[in-house]
């Protein structure tokens, strides 16, 4: 998703001279004054040192170098190994510099996990709605074109668009050269850039794109739509006929490019992301997980209604019921659309906003139920405790990492069904306690 950008670190002429020319890089901490006249180095010390990348054996991803210089110019060499055009792999590097900003982002657990309801109130906000409601008039015909064409409606298309760029207002504002290369200089994401820095060298050897157009987010992700470079490079769409798919100024391209990517990943036509439900007394929660696909016929007999009492609507194919906030949130009926949606980003409060936004754009409702917004937040050592003590009690195997995923919450399922508790699998400051009580008696 995009965002903004502090301010960076300029390494300036110092990468870029050594990386066009093959002459040493500046010292990063070069001494202010020397004590006394010293005979001139005839070469530079091979530690600050930057060869050209075309005099480099590189055959691999490049790994930890000294400096972000370095990285940049054994990434080059590589290039040049897999074929890409000398003269490409120059221009496209020109100007990158060093931002630590990526890094940090990059690199960090966070300490609080925003809940899903701070997410939605940010990302399905009366303001990004009126935005987006201000928008459809340009788009309308566009994205009916293209909902025509993949199947793809317009409010899903609102809310990909919206989610990702705030409506075109934000798709971040550095260049994807340097964006991934300094993911992969200063992250443990090395092969992803590479592989995603390989793929923008194709791009911007068909000609068609200039390197200094290729603008997006601080990972790499492209244009209106947020696609990453191998994602242009096999689902982006040249809906307008220039030649050429057009992220960054084609309102054709960006449509049928995220339609495109929906589609690929099994988007029905006509079918629904889902609609919020209302969950009978004694639920089985264990049943609310994402892999967990029945036909509506399951739901209805276990008692599920709409959120407004009524029968459950016939779908096809495998739905799910999706709880992310536990047994006293909100509950969702979700198809394999809104699984379509998941595949665009993995997260399952991004694929909800999404839906919510697209819907509330078009006129239709938002969440009735109620978050539980009182609930305190788990910080890191507390998550980390949980699952350790998961991991003590035999439920979970695998990495104690602060992060609940599909696994961490099994294993907390597990644990709420021994000790008699709904099996919602959230994690709450309850459930830490309720874990720390049955370790001690
Ligand atoms: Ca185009």
Known sequence: MGGKHGARRMVGAGLLTAFLTGCAAQPTQAPVAAPAPAPAPVVAAPATSVPDFTQINQTTCPGATPSYAEWVARFGAYALHQ??????????????????KIRD????????????????????????IAKGQAKLPEVRSIAADVERDYGVSLAVLMGIWGIETDFGNNFGDVNVFEALSNVGYGTSRKDFACTELISALKIAATGKVQPKQMIGSWAGAMGHSQFLPSNYLTIAVDRDGSGAPDLWTSMPDVFAST?????????QRGLTWGFEVKLPKGFPYQEAELDIEKPVSHWQQRGVRTIDGQPLPALPGGTSILVLAGYQGPAFL?????????????????????????????????????????????????????QQRLV?????????????????RKAIRAFQLQVGLPADGFATKGLLEELRRRASS
């Open 83 to 100: 074929g890409e055009p000398e003269p490409v792999i120059r221009v496209a590097f020109a100007d990158v510099t060093e931002n630590p």
């Open 105 to 128: 982002r990059a690199g960090k657990q966070a300490e609080f996990v925003t809940p899903v309801w701070t997410y939605l109130e940010r990302a399905v906000s009366d303001e990004r």
């Open 259 to 267: 339609a495109n990517h929906l589609v690929r990943d099994g988007w």
């Open 334 to 386: 979700v198809t394999k659309n809104y699984k379509t949606i998941l595949k665009y980003n993995y997260s399952t409060s991004y694929a909800l906003a999404v839906a919510y936004l697209g819907q509330r754009v078009m006129g239709g409702p938002g969440v009735k139920a109620k978050w539980p917004v009182d609930e305190p937040l788990l910080s890191l050592d507390e998550r980390e405790e949980l």
């Open 392 to 408: 003590d009690r035999g439920l979970l195997a695998g990495n104690v990492d602060g992060v609940i995923g599909l696994k961490s």
